[in-house]
């Protein structure tokens, strides 16, 4: 049963910490009204404490079953120790190991009573061969030299070869001496390219599923699909797909190559320093001084340093070793995994009638292209983004709103029916005003309105291109709701703030240019078939639209004025000259 | 109380420890009624520990054990509340002996509920669950959350609250329907 809504707002008050004296005068009153109410407060309190129970027992196993895969990646680990095996064969192609000597392992497996893991080093010993001899494949192949030392900030002209991916980057500038560069998430970084990074947080993905975070200020080299030269500054590397092992980081004083696994470099003029966070590296002299110290094989939480000076190996504890920003996961997840959108969609080159998009691989190259929308199409993203009033989420769009339309629907996920008329949540232009409106029940016959609706102060101008981002924070409240034009916030109406505590789930597509409930006479498709849907008349949006983007975050002030720099010069460009 | 229960006193420390595993999420609950910091009363269920084990020949078998204890947790909370130099939540005494007596009742129930909040918690949404771990597994504020998952403090509290209304609203069902 659903507490009424002035309990629940009192009990969320009285919860919220540090309860003023009203609300505790009002919480006493609330407690006289009636005795099942001291049990009701009881029961708050009993599931709070078994929550608590539940998350620390479920953190204590989570702890414990790391432990144990630590002990057994360390018990691998004694296997790696025979580094011949990974010896310089991209340096002495003709010393590749044979297979028969790679299964020799198996026997030192043996002799190390480790036959619990035959059958995993099997596929080491596999794997690393295979990886061995597509290296020597590569190294000769032409043109495609892993002598690559590009020392320009741009490619070579013969080496234009994509590689890996600018997969993600958060508060990123870069700098390159000789030309501009602003690289946008999902440009394809080229063979030879070599990249700077003064402030912020950068992923690239290599075409293998290398993962390198880099935390600035960072100088990289891309020498080919596995393999990136460290010049300067800090480097995460996360493989965790099988093509991703033995990605390799050249440094100065040291190569590193994973061997499944998570590690952390930092190079300095004087020091390159090593710090393994799970499964294991191998590290080992660079090309030019292949004597200057023994390979060595380093487990999880080993560390160790090479000096300039010397060249020699030095292994340190892990707490000696640098810290790396977005090595620690709850940082990681907060400054690369969320800053991926959630849902982008930009027009296909090869075919404009179509829309590129992906609601599981998030990268976007803003300032793509754009749609047309004659009040009879729409882009249909599907079944997605089903956010309910409780969840934040912000959505971005370039919108030209073509001119004598009052009312159109830019995008959302809205239906109708009997019950509830208009529910969901739309971006609207309603007389050039941009609304947010975020719908329980609307004008239907038999429920009250619940909704919250928002609008700007000022109108759009009609026939221009304009950067449109609304952000809510899931507070289901009006002041959650803000609008950004062009990249900057503006002053809004509130009309509506009724939402309280309903839902807004609707079932429709995700679409732009007409709601669920109208039937698209032509339909631009993102990921899946034309469907179909109540025929009724919407108020399409009539006009262009490009270059969507939803994340399931608020986005900060300084990401949206970045997302209309990147793309604004290609709309504020001349159709026809772009 | 059974009839049965062994007389506690000092020398019997089992009698304490299992009328302590029996009793200790009820408090915990009392003591999270009147102290939303987690770690606060985390503390808090730790001094009453000690302070019962220390004081466990003056418990009153003829009186709830839960009753017992709920009376030093309201010394505990109020000391906290002083050193913090803080208000306190104090509601009328009649009043916290009616939530004294629904600890009473509910103290049985403890490990049903327990079994049921499980289930209840599997059908949260990936992003409730998450928000749960960063309040009670990790203890951050409602801001630090808000900061994680892309929101503001004010509206992690009203998620909060939310998805414990649904938690207790759920094992409340899962508990009728085992009767």
Known sequence: ?578 | MSCNDPKPNAMNPRGFAERWLDAQHAIGGFICVHVQDQSLADDIVQEVARQATANFDKYDPNRPFIAWLIGIARQRIAENYRKQNRRPIVFSSDIVDSITDAYVDLQPEVDDRLDALRGCMDQLSNRHRRVIELRYARQLSQEQIGEQVGTNGRAINAMLFRIRTALRECVSKAMEEMR
């Open chain 1, 1 to 578: 049963m659903n507490l009424p809504k002035q309990t629940a707002d009192l009990l969320e008050a009285y919860f919220a910490g540090d309860p003023a004296p009203e609300v505790i005068a009002a919480m006493e009153a609330w407690l006289r009204e009636d005795e099942a109410n001291a049990r009701l407060l009881a029961e708050y309190g009993l599931v709070d404490r078994l929550i608590s129970h539940e998350q620390k027992n479920q953190d204590a196993s989570a702890i414990f079953a790391a432990l144990l895969e630590a002990e057994e990646k360390a018990e691998l680990v004694v296997l790696d120790t025979k580094p011949a095996l990974m010896h310089d064969v991209e340096e002495n192609p003709d010393d590749a190991i044979p297979f028969s000597k790679a299964m020799s392992v198996l026997s030192y497996a043996a002799k190390q009573s480790l036959y619990k893991h035959a059958i995993a080093v099997t596929g080491i010993a596999a794997a690393i061969v295979f990886a061995a001899i597509l290296t020597i494949l590569f190294i000769s192949g032409p043109n495609l030299s892993g002598n690559q030392t590009a020392t320009n900030n741009t490619p070579s002209t013969n080496a234009l070869i994509p590689v890996a991916t600018l997969t993600t980057q958060r508060d990123a500038q870069w700098q390159v001496t000789s030309s501009p560069f602003s690289p946008s998430v999902g440009d394809q970084l080229m063979l030879g390219q070599r990249l700077t990074l003064i402030d912020g947080f950068a992923e690239i993905t290599t075409h293998r599923g290398a993962v390198a975070v880099l935390e600035a200020p960072v100088s990289i080299e891309i020498i080919d699909h596995q393999t990136l030269r460290l010049h300067r500054g800090k480097l995460v590397g996360i493989c965790e797909t099988v093509s991703s092992k033995n990605f390799v980081v050249r440094t100065p004083q040291m190569d590193i190559t994973d061997l499944g696994t998570r590690f952390g470099i930092d190079v300095t003029t004087e020091i390159s320093s090593v710090l393994v966070m799970d499964g294991a590296v191998l590290t080992r002299p660079p090309a030019k001084s292949p004597n200057a110290f023994e390979p060595l094989v380093m487990k999880e939480s080993d560390a160790c340093r090479v000096w300039a000076d010397t060249n020699k190996l030095e292994r340190i504890a892990a707490s000696e070793a640098p810290v790396f920003f977005s090595a620690i996961p709850s940082l990681y997840e907060q400054v690369v995994t969320e800053s991926r959108p959630v849902l982008w969609m930009r027009q296909n080159e090869q075919d404009p009638s179509n829309l590129l998009g992906s609601a599981a691989f998030g990268v976007t190259k803003p300032g793509f292209g754009s749609v047309g929308l004659d009040g009879r199409g729409c882009v249909d993203a599907g079944d997605v983004l089903d956010f309910d009033a409780d969840e934040p989420f912000s959505v971005g769009i370039w919108i030209r709103p073509g001119g004598d339309h009052n009312d159109m629907f830019v995008l959302g996920r809205a239906a109708k029916n009997i019950e509830r008329g208009i529910h969901g949540y739309d971006l609207y232009l309603s007389n050039q005003r941009l609304r947010v409106q975020l719908l329980h029940a609307f004008d239907a016959k038999d429920s009250v309105n619940s909704l919250i609706r928002v609008e700007s102060e000022k109108p759009l101008d009609t026939d221009r291109w304009h950067h449109v981002v609304a952000t809510y924070d899931g507070s289901r409240e009006a002041s959650g709701v803000k609008i950004y034009i062009n990249g900057v916030p503006i002053p809004t109406n509130v009309l509506d703030d009724s939402l309280d505590r309903n839902n807004i789930h609707a079932k429709s597509p995700f679409r732009i240019g007409l709601r669920g409930f109208a039937q698209p006479q032509s339909n631009i498709v993102l990921d899946g078939a034309t469907r179909d849907f109540i025929v009724e008349k919407g108020s399409p949006m009539i006009g262009e639209a490009g270059d969507l983007v939803v994340f399931d975050r608020i986005l900060r002030e300084s990401e949206i004025k970045s997302f209309y720099d990147e793309s604004s010069s290609f709309y504020s460009t001349p159709k026809l000259l772009r």
